[in-house]
């Protein structure tokens, strides 16, 4: 499961300074793994973390999430994806 973070990679810790917005993104991935969700499905488990941290985002970051995803996380998306998580979430 963790292959599809981009930011999280099991650290205990934020490897990003409090002023670098991939904290956020980091937070968010770190966060749905810690709610012991089981999902068999990769596809779908890549668009649910990928909506559970554009989600995230815009609840800490309401202000500036769209440009927070635009910047350092849709273009990491597979296209499909993105598509979904632009049209969800109006970015």
Not at 5 to 34: I, M, Q, S, T, V
Not at 77 to 85: S, V
């Amino acid at each position: 499961m963790i292959k599809f973070c981009y930011f999280y990679d099991g650290e205990n810790f934020p490897p990003y300074e409090e002023n670098d917005e991939r904290r956020l993104l980091w937070f968010a991935e770190k966060h749905f793994f810690e709610t012991d969700k089981a999902f068999t499905d990769e596809a779908f488990l890549q668009k649910e973390i990928a909506s559970y941290v554009a989600a995230y985002a815009g609840t800490w970051a309401p202000y500036k999430f769209r440009e927070i995803l635009q910047k350092h996380y849709l273009h990491r998306l597979p296209e499909d994806i993105k598509q979904f998580i632009v049209k969800t979430y109006d970015i």
